[in-house]
């Protein structure tokens, strides 16, 4: 038998809130992924952040420590005094040794 008129408008109210339904599903789904894209992008900014203040920071400290030359380092300095005991090689054991024992 077909349907009476009333029927027919429940039928397609049906298939509207269904349609409207899948809509509102489709849509929260492409929220989620949109949403978990960007923070996955937000967690590697931060991360990239995070390790540029760290070399940041280590480079300063380097930076800090290096070596720097002394304010007089380019004026000459007077020669050590030559020990008339020593001679141009250095001491050997058995030399301190004899140096000691002489000593006292």
């Known amino acids: 038998?077909?349907?009476t008129e009333a029927e027919l408008r429940m039928e397609e109210r049906w298939?509207?809130?269904r349609h409207r339904n899948i809509a509102d599903q489709m849509a929260a789904?492409?929220?989620k992924a949109?949403?978990?894209?960007?923070?996955e992008r937000r967690a590697r900014v931060e991360e990239e952040i995070?390790?540029?203040?760290?070399?940041?920071r280590y480079q300063s400290?380097?930076?800090?420590?290096?070596?720097?030359?002394p304010a007089d380092a380019e004026e000459d300095i007077e020669a050590?005094?030559?020990h008339p005991s020593s001679s141009s090689s250095p001491p050997t054991a058995r030399a301190a040794?004899?140096?000691?024992?002489?000593?006292?």
Do not use: I, T
């Open 1 to 3: 038998e077909p349907m």
């Open 15 to 17: 298939l509207e809130y």
């Open 29 to 31: 789904e492409e929220r």
């Open 34 to 39: 949109v949403l978990r894209d960007w923070s």
């Open 50 to 56: 995070a390790r540029n203040c760290e070399v940041s």
């Open 61 to 69: 400290e380097l930076r800090r420590r290096g070596y720097g030359m």
């Open 80 to 82: 050590s005094p030559v």
């Open 97 to 104: 040794a004899a140096a000691a024992s002489a000593a006292a």
